[in-house]
């Protein structure tokens, strides 16, 4: 079987072999978790033992945790329900933040993507009380906010904070007081869990967001139909591994991270490193070969067996200039010839090496100065190429 280098977690990562045990077991077994006989209250049981887990991830409480079909239903679910008129949120957030309202204020960004505080001040002092919304850690450049520090500008003016942090657990540590937001979104299958299942979580177990789903009770009549066990318990198991075992592969993925960046320089000095000034997650890189489309970029290493992304991958397949980028200032040139690279904890120095050798043959064949590999490939890694980096426990 021909070997996959599997390096675009950011999109999704694999589900962890936990995650698949447990939903499995929770498929064989009947119980609607609504239902008051046996069965139904041993899902309700299973469900809650979830929720407490994802509250724990990011020291919420667990009553203020509401299950939903993902990240994309979370933001909708607060952007569109939270009963303030202004909502702000950054040029740089997902696209399920940034279409959520129409109408909504783009607070800009610098050029490494991170939130104008200036700017975000003088929108907040035109109008009434707001919600702004802006991102943990940016899907696309791995760039992190000064979230606790937008957060305390937000909350002079009488703003409420949400923050997608969906791809943060597992590569950062994520505390909702620290981060001092009133509300949080996440996604299982960023961190190891099953597609199809997020969350909105409140500081608040009382918080007052109005369903856009409606025609039941559950999830304490916030968002109406019948709860994914399978997916919850999945989420369950999935956040609960990265509690354990984040800072581990956290650090495993940031030397790799720092190794590939490093040869890239070396090897490619013509390429650009985008975000690099800024503080990032460990897992996530993205670089621009100028001039060379995305597209040609993410089908070229597809044929070398290396999987990776340009952009958001919310965006039905298309691969085109990102608006990202765009929004950091960059021109077309950059902008449509960016790839990003992410790791995950099971990646390897041979992933990483695979990515290179597809790339740096396409970038000299695109007429780029390629030295030879004697000028050197970056710092060696301390573990042997083909050693997977696997969580310990």
């Known amino acids: 079987m021909t070997r996959l280098a599997y390096l675009d977690h950011n999109a999704g990562a694999p589900a962890r072999p936990e995650v698949i045990a447990a939903m499995v077991e929770a498929l064989a077994e009947p119980g609607n978790p609504s239902s ?37 239903e979370a933001n909708n679910l607060i952007l569109r329900g939270c009963g303030r008129e202004t909502v702000l949120v950054s040029a740089v957030e997902h696209a399920s933040v940034r279409e959520a309202v129409p109408g909504a204020r783009i607070i800009p960004v610098d050029g490494v993507g991170i939130v104008d505080l200036a700017a975000l001040e003088d929108l907040l002092g035109q109008g009434g009380p707001a919600l702004v919304s802006v991102m943990l850690a940016n899907n696309e450049t791995g760039v992190i906010q000064p979230v606790a520090e937008i957060a305390a500008l937000a909350r002079r003016f009488g703003a409420l904070v949400h923050c997608d942090a969906a791809q ?46 409606l025609g039941g009770g559950q999830e304490r009549r916030r968002r109406a139909g019948s709860e994914n066990l399978a997916g919850i318990i ?20 940031r030397e790799l991270r ?19 000034g800024a503080e990032r997650l460990c897992n996530t890189s993205c670089l621009a070969l100028p001039g060379v489309a995305a597209q040609v970029q993410v089908m070229a290493l597809d044929l070398a067996g290396v999987a990776v992304s340009a952009g958001s991958a919310c ?40 990515f290179l050798t597809a790339w740096c043959e396409l ?9 030879a590999p004697s000028a050197g490939t970056g710092p060696p890694l301390r573990r042997r190429p083909n050693e997977r980096m696997r969580v310990p426990g």
Not at 182 to 209: E, Y
């Open 363 to 371: 970038a000299r064949r695109k007429g780029f100065e390629v030295p």
């Open 168 to 213: 943060a657990p597992g590569r950062l540590s994520v505390s909702l007081s620290e981060l001092n937001v009133d509300f949080l979104t996440l996604s299982a299958h960023k961190l190891g869990g099953p597609p199809g299942i997020g969350a909105l979580i409140g500081a608040n177990p009382d918080m007052a967001v109005a369903p856009i789903l």
């Open 36 to 72: 008051v006989h046996a069965p139904g209250r041993r899902a309700r049981a299973r469900l809650e033992a979830a929720r407490a887990a994802i509250a724990g991830l990011v020291g919420a409480p667990a009553a203020a945790v509401v299950f939903t079909s993902g990240g994309t």
């Open 258 to 276: 720092d190794h590939l960046e490093a040869a890239v320089k070396v090897r490619v000095p013509g390429a650009v490193i985008l975000g690099e």
């Open 234 to 253: 999945g989420f369950g198991i999935a956040a609960r591994l990265a509690a354990e075992n984040g800072a581990a592969s956290g650090g495993m993925m």
């Open 315 to 354: 965006s039905s397949g298309k691969v085109g200039e990102s608006a990202v980028l765009k929004a950091m200032g960059l021109g077309s040139e950059i902008a449509g010839s960016a790839i990003r690279v992410s790791l995950g904890p099971d990646s390897t120095a041979q992933d990483v090496e695979m």
